[in-house]
């Protein structure tokens, strides 16, 4: 089992990052939390743990900078924390997902 946190940069909020990012955590059957940065609107904050070749594929599909939604939210950089930030402590994740009132007009392509 392989536990990671990173942060990405680029189009990543107020373009359905976060739910393409756990629907494409729940597709590899991973655990998967995300946080908007409050300061910088180009920043988010991830967690993923569970199958280390799912965890790495996912993360490889992010760092190959094509949209992953139609949305065209698209990850520029990636990089990794020295840390773990618990899924609790994540905005979303993979347990409270449908707790939110997402638009239905988007396409996930992670």
Known sequence: MKKI??????NVQG??????????SL????????????KNHHMVHCSLAGDAS??????N????????????AQVEELH??????EFSDHQVNTDNVDDY???????FYL
């Open 54 to 59: 799912a965890v790495d594929e996912l993360m």
């Open 61 to 72: 599909k992010l760092r190959e900078g094509k949209p992953i939604n139609s949305w065209n």
């Open 101 to 107: 009132d997402w638009s239905p007009d988007v396409v």
């Open 15 to 24: 373009v359905m990052f976060r739910q393409t990012f756990i629907r494409g």
């Open 27 to 38: 597709k590899r059957k991973i655990k998967g939390g995300v946080t908007n940065d409050a």
């Open 5 to 10: 946190s990173f942060y990405v940069t680029g």
């Open 80 to 85: 990794l924390h020295d840390y773990f930030i």
